[in-house]
């Protein structure tokens, strides 16, 4: 699948996550099944099969993954310096956090309503990413509404 050129501009707009996992070619499957990934272009790959670069579109944002790579200095996501959560933020919180858990994900933190009043649970996938899925209440809308109005163009 080629990424149109207005996606693509899009997608690598902000900050993107760049992920490095044992096993990319099979983690990019999992991310198909666990969280509608679109893998976009192909997975660029050495001379040894292993993904160098490749783009998921997630969510409608981008998550670019690798094989980890001792030679480039990789680390693995139990070593120190991965502090950090893959947030889905979405009005179906309940349909994305089922689908990761029926592909594979363990539960870390139940998907229930939060004292702050969204709803929000925790996964770990099987390659050591923690995800959350966050869907907003209709407080937390109405409250981003309000700060959007209220802010200077």
């Known amino acids: 699948m080629m990424t149109d050129q207005r996606d693509f501009g899009r997608l690598h707009a902000g900050v993107i996550p760049y ?6 070619k099979a983690a990019i499957e999992f991310y198909k099944a666990a969280f509608g990934a679109v893998l976009h272009g192909e997975a660029f790959c050495d001379a040894q099969g292993r993904v160098m670069n490749a783009g998921l579109e997630i969510n409608g944002g981008m998550v670019m993954i690798m094989d980890r790579m001792e030679e480039h200095a990789s680390r693995r996501m139990s070593e120190p310096g991965h502090p950090f959560t893959m947030q889905l933020v979405t009005d179906q919180g ?9 592909a594979g994900c363990t539960v870390t933190m139940p998907f229930e309503r939060q004292m702050w009043g969204d709803t929000y649970g925790r996964v770990i996938d099987p390659y050591g990413l923690e995800w959350a899925v966050n869907q907003p209440s209709a407080e937390s809308m109405a409250a981003e509404r309000a700060l959007a109005q209220k802010a200077p163009v």
């Open 94 to 102: 309940q349909f994305w956090f089922d689908r990761a858990v029926a």
């Open 19 to 24: 992920v490095s996992v044992e096993g990319a």
